[in-house]
């Protein structure tokens, strides 16, 4: 059983350059959530996806950033002109939906972007 | 205001002994559920438990316990018997609102808590 995998792991960038990251979520899972984590603080939501469609954007998101997931497996998260405030862990999550309630997320290992 | 609060950055816990985590939170809604995710030095979320605002009974998951005052708002944490392999970032969080098929779960966190365990 695989879990969730995040591509790559550590990703260091010039400001002003563009980044791509991607996320592989549990096989199953229709549901996909991208975070983003500063150090000292817990991860904080970007986005949200049912199956391919983008439902929700935190304000979070700039301009600068988009996601998309394509065929509602894989998803990507693109940040323009990376700027330093950008620097944090990315983290993606998946998750199932059930009759139940608990629908816990799975997280990934995160993508860890350190812009100069 | 701070939808989840953990007042404690940091704690150390000898080995074996029992180990309480504090959260509270703030929410209007009646729907909600409350997660524990343990964060290693690796950097991966794992979660741990879950308590959903309706369940009458604590949730329990092995050496986890969720010590639930809804009244308080609160959502403790009890970890027993603590090993060297509990020493992780612990972080509470929150979904608000009534589950629905195409409603976004997303998790509002904490900035978490600190455990070391003392050999």
């Known amino acids: 059983d695989t879990g ?19 996320c592989d979520p549990i096989s199953e899972h229709n549901r996909l959530y991208w975070y983003r984590q500063t ?15 983008q ?16 065929k509602g497996s894989f998803s990507t998260l693109e940040i323009q002109r990376t700027e330093q405030g950008d620097s944090a862990m990315y983290l993606c999550a998946s998750s199932f939906r ?9 997280f990934g290992p995160g993508t860890r972007l350190t812009v100069l | ?20 985590l504090d959260c509270t939170y703030d929410t209007s809604d009646q729907s909600y559920g409350l997660f524990w995710y343990k964060q290693p030095s690796s950097g991966e979320m794992i979660f741990l438990i879950y308590q959903g605002s309706y369940d009458e009974q604590n949730a329990t998951e092995g050496r986890y316990s969720l010590n639930f005052q809804k009244a308080r708002k609160s959502a403790n944490l009890v970890i027993s018997a603590s090993q060297l392999g509990d020493s992780a970032m612990y972080f509470c969080a929150m979904r608000e609102g009534v589950i629905s098929n195409f409603g976004n779960e997303k998790l ?7 455990l070391t365990i003392i050999p």
């Not at chain 1, 929700?56 to 988009?66: A, T, Y």
């Not at chain 1, 059930?98 to 799975?106: A, D, K, L, Y």
Request: charged letters at 25%.
């Open chain 1, 4 to 22: 969730v995998s995040q591509d790559p792991r550590h990703k260091i960038t010039k400001r002003g350059q563009n980044v791509t990251f991607r």
């Open chain 1, 39 to 53: 150090l000292g603080q817990g991860p904080e939501f970007l986005t949200y996806f049912q199956n391919e469609a």
């Open chain 1, 55 to 70: 439902l929700e954007k935190s304000r979070l998101l700039s301009d600068r950033f988009s996601a998309e997931r394509p």
């Open chain 1, 98 to 106: 059930t009759s139940g309630t608990v629908n816990e997320q799975f």
């Open chain 2, 1 to 20: 205001a701070q939808k989840i609060t953990q007042t404690q950055p940091g704690m150390f816990v000898q080995e074996k002994e029992a180990v309480t």
């Open chain 2, 108 to 114: 509002t966190f904490g900035t978490g808590t600190r």
